[in-house]
T-cell receptor, first 109, second 118 residues
Framework: GIQVEQSPPDLILQEGANSTLRCNFSDSVNNLQWFHQNPWGQLINLFYIPSGTKQNGRLSATTVATERYSLLYISSSQTTDSGVYFCAVDGNYGQNFVFGPGTRLSVLP | GAVVSQHPSWVICKSGTSVKIECRSLDFQATTMFWYRQFPKQSLMLMATSNEGSKATYEQGVEKDKFLINHASLTLSTLTVTSAHPEDSSFYIC??????????????FGNGTRLTVT
């Protein structure tokens, strides 16, 4: 089945810093989403982005489907950005929504 | 926006009892819903795909007789953990996709159910 990798696994930032999270996938996809899981376990949908670039406030994401990767940019990070960021993909060949291992982000005041 | 409601948000039960978790799509219809399990500090793992009006499809290694799934309508799927044991303690999350979008549309997630079996 499709493999999803994320890097880095852990990231510690000072408040105000910028960061880039990466998601690599092993096959072509119908769907790619980025999520933020908060400390209570709630999954917040950040972007639905099978291709192209989107921006939402301090966050933006770019997916280059032909090269099988996606990037999530966080600018001017805040302590409330702390948590785990997951990317998840739907493979083109029937594999249902597969999650990457996540990037655990800690933003320090 | 599309909302998925999951209930209960947490439950504690005794070993050997059964627990039912509900997943509802509040403002859209979904022929397919997905159930995930997440252990502490791990990613979400797909357990099964729930299909309205037909049998669920289970991922390899997931016991279908232990995790009973019923998708009785286009807005409701239930997961019943039967004869629960402490190792079943986990965070269970459901998700759903709008019928109209097909596979080329986003998945919407519930807020999860934290199950603790004592």
């Amino acid at each position: 089945g499709i493999q999803v990798e994320q890097s880095p696994p852990d990231l510690i930032l000072q408040e105000g810093a910028n960061s880039t999270l990466r998601c690599n996938f092993s096959d072509s996809v119908n769907n790619l989403q980025w999520f933020h899981q908060n400390p209570w376990g709630q999954l917040i949908n950040l972007f639905y982005i099978p291709s192209g670039t989107k921006q939402n406030g301090r966050l933006s994401a770019t997916t280059v489907a032909t090269e099988r990767y996606s990037l999530l940019y966080i600018s001017s990070s805040q302590t409330t950005d702390s948590g785990v960021y997951f990317c998840a993909v739907d493979g083109n060949y029937g594999q249902n929504f597969v999650f990457g291992p996540g990037t655990r982000l800690s933003v320090l005041p | 926006g599309a909302v998925v409601s999951q209930h209960p948000s947490w439950v504690i039960c005794k070993s050997g009892t059964s627990v039912k978790i509900e997943c509802r799509s509040l403002d859209f219809q979904a022929t397919t819903m997905f159930w995930y399990r997440q252990f502490p500090k791990q990613s979400l793992m797909l357990m099964a795909t729930s299909n309205e009006g037909s049998k669920a499809t289970y991922e390899q290694g997931v016991e279908k007789d232990k995790f009973l799934i019923n998708h009785a309508s286009l807005t409701l799927s239930t997961l019943t953990v039967t004869s629960a044991h402490p190792e079943d303690s986990s965070f269970y999350i459901c998700s759903a996709r709008e019928i109209q979008g097909g596979r080329n549309s986003p998945l919407h997630f519930g807020n999860g159910t934290r199950l603790t079996v004592t």
